[in-house]
């Protein structure tokens, strides 16, 4: 298996935008070819992650870019996997360079859904659940993380309060991240008193529908020395499932697909959870972050919340988790998140993440998941 | 009938259509065709009461399109009497969570555009 690199990294603005979703895929693409200082026709092929381009009137967005990029010669193709889209099709791209098919690949996500209103986006985003059962009976997304923060609440010692305290640590993180959708202070009483989306969720536990694009180049380590550019290597990539509905579950308090999919990066990397610097977490609602802490093996099951609590997730304490604010605070264009996750690890390794930088920082995680973590996968990364 | 056809008539009726594996007896919701357990296709009908306990809710008051006249309302994942099994839908008439702690006793009651359709025992 060949080493894998990350060799450039950019993103829009996250946030509500006017440009189509195929002019962010296009800008988010050149961002990420000139932090590489490659030629476009040094990259084989494109990977796109995208959800709803429906809303935008542009599916099939690969050859758009490669037209766009003036190499519509090349081969692209797009990945759907809702909210973990990005990380699945950043996944695939990185099995492709592994294996030998390609030297360089661009690995582009976007969502632009932020004109068609809430009502719009809940319903549309409730088929990612398993429908007959879920979006079907009326759940939406907050929902049915509504639904995890009740189990959570009734089995752990936790209180909504503690939920918002992730609130607003990732956003006191996003307003360090110039391109953050909600580059706002807020405060427990904020979050507390925010209007109820989905009890026990408030306006604040959730995270924002937004529009953005973020692109990554990947590609193997001689591509990489030789363009004589920063990179950092890709040290694990782990993926998982888990039952589609929350009902199949044993436990509603854990997500299965996190936990396979990060024993599997931590076995490829050779290091336990212990040896993460940071983590770009999928924290698309309060409860989620938490959760995902347990999962990924930082704390134990129930005590990540206490964690919170003490600020031990905060930037620059025991384990920075979202130093870009997150889904939360930098927002959630879905098929990009995953994507934009990767943008930051890279910035962060290659000290270009300004006030909100990680000291001395030498690895990595980005956690993405689609739905209610009915897929995921993990990626760890490493400075050279 | 098909397998969604029947699980929808016997939710109309209050029950539970599940799959029973036949090699191992592992019991499932009846859209799975190979036993989570053991691989096995054989299945065999199995007709639950459907009745139970809340194993958790959300009382959602920003609702998907088709939903407004019925918010607040609340969605229901119920764990079901005498298996491990949980099966989720809808219940009307839920505004605030002294409504519903976990652990009510709840019930199917039918089927509509809601999905599978619960109310408190």
Redesign the interface.
């Known amino acids: 298996m060949e080493k894998v690199c990350v060799l450039g990294a950019g993103s829009t603005k996250y946030g509500k935008l006017s440009d189509s979703i195929a002019d962010l895929t296009t800008q988010a693409s050149v961002a990420a070819i000139e932090s590489a200082g490659i030629d476009p026709k040094d990259v084989k092929a494109a990977y796109i992650s995208n959800v709803f381009g429906v809303a935008d009137k542009q599916v099939h967005l690969g050859p758009v870019l490669m037209s766009n990029l003036g190499i519509s010669d090349k081969p692209s193709l797009s990945i759907e996997s809702a909210c973990g889209s990005g990380s699945v099709s950043f996944r695939e791209a990185f099995a492709n360079v592994a294996a030998g098919f390609y030297d360089c690949l661009v690995v582009t996500g976007v969502e632009k859904v932020t004109h068609t209103g809430?009502?719009?986006t809940?319903?549309y985003f409730?088929y990612c659940s398993d429908f007959?059962?879920?979006?079907?009976?009326?759940?939406?997304f907050?929902?049915?993380f509504?639904?995890?923060?009740?189990?959570y609440l009734?089995e752990f010692n936790a209180t909504e309060e503690d939920f918002a305290r992730v609130a607003v640590k990732n956003h006191d993180n996003g307003i360090l991240n110039p391109k953050a959708h909600l580059q706002k202070k807020i405060t427990i009483d904020d979050v507390m008193k925010s209007?109820?989306?989905?009890?026990?969720?408030k306006l604040y536990d959730c995270c924002p529908f937004s529009d953005g694009a973020s692109s990554v180049i990947l590609c193997s380590e001689k591509f990489a020395k030789e363009s004589g550019n920063d990179y950092i290597e890709v040290i694990g990539s782990g993926r998982g499932g888990s039952p589609a509905?929350?009902?199949?579950r044993e436990r509603?308090t854990t997500i299965p697909s996190t936990k396979i999919a990060a024993e599997s990066a931590y076995k490829m990397a050779g290091i336990t959870a212990k040896d993460i610097d940071f983590a770009e977490v999928h924290d698309c609602f309060t409860i989620a972050e938490i959760v995902d802490t347990e999962d990924l093996g930082f704390f134990e099951k129930g005590k990540g919340v206490e964690a919170v609590r003490e600020g031990r997730t905060k930037l620059n304490s025991d384990i920075s988790i979202n130093p870009s604010g997150g889904l939360k605070s930098k927002g959630h264009p879905i098929g990009a998140t995953g994507v934009g996750q990767v943008v930051e690890v890279f910035d962060q390794l290659t000290g270009k993440s300004g006030a909100r930088t990680v000291k001395n920082a030498k690895i990595g995680l980005t956690h993405n998941f689609g739905a209610t973590g009915a897929s995921c996968a993990v990626h760890i990364f490493q400075s050279v | 009938m098909s397998i969604k056809e029947l699980l929808i008539a016997k939710a109309k009726e209050g029950k539970v259509l599940t799959h029973k594996c036949t090699k191992c007896h592992h019991l499932h919701l009846s859209n799975v065709y190979y036993c989570e357990n053991c691989g096995s296709k054989g299945f065999e009908n199995e007709i639950l009461e459907g009745t139970g306990s809340v194993a958790t809710y959300t009382i959602i008051t920003v609702p998907p399109a088709g939903f407004e006249k019925y918010t607040p309302y609340a969605f229901v994942v119920l764990q079901l009497d005498n298996t491990n099994l949980r099966i989720s839908g809808f219940m009307a008439g839920i505004s605030t969570p002294s409504d519903l702690p976990v652990g009510t006793r709840a019930k199917i009651v039918g089927f509509d555009e809601r999905g599978i359709i619960l109310k408190k025992q």
């Open positions: 809430t009502e719009w809940t319903t409730s007959f059962y879920e979006g079907q009976a009326g759940a939406s907050p929902g049915l509504a639904s995890m923060a009740r189990a009734t209007a109820v989306v989905a009890s026990p969720l509905a929350l009902q199949g509603m």
